[in-house]
């Protein structure tokens, strides 16, 4: 306990607080075109389907992939965070969030 003439220091103060705040609006980006040569790195050996062996695929840089690009399989796409394989029968396209849908064929 302290004496009521000295100084009270605080070293840790923890603070929760709940409230409601509205969701950030966002505004899709415009569709730039279908072609995503700008973000291709490379063409890359790859096992697709495991019975044809190597193949050589497109690389793309996932975020250089412009609003409207679309994919088409067999392709491997790079994040910082993940690698994604489009199957031989796979499609993609970036919406205009910046969002990969992958339409997964048969």
């Known amino acids: 306990q302290a004496h009521p003439s000295q100084d009270l220091e605080l070293v840790n103060l923890l603070l929760r607080a709940v409230f409601r705040v509205q969701p950030p609006r ?8 279908s072609d995503p040569s700008a973000a291709l790195i490379d063409n890359r050996p790859c096992l697709v389907g495991g019975v044809q062996g190597l ?47 992958i339409k997964v064929g048969e």
């Open 26 to 33: 966002l505004a899709a980006q415009p569709l730039s075109g």
């Open 55 to 101: 193949r050589t695929v497109p690389f793309y840089r996932a975020e250089t992939l412009l609003p409207g690009n679309q994919l088409f399989g067999p392709a491997l796409i790079g994040r910082n965070d993940t690698t994604i394989l489009l199957g031989e029968t796979d499609a993609g396209q970036v919406d205009g969030y910046c969002n990969l849908w």
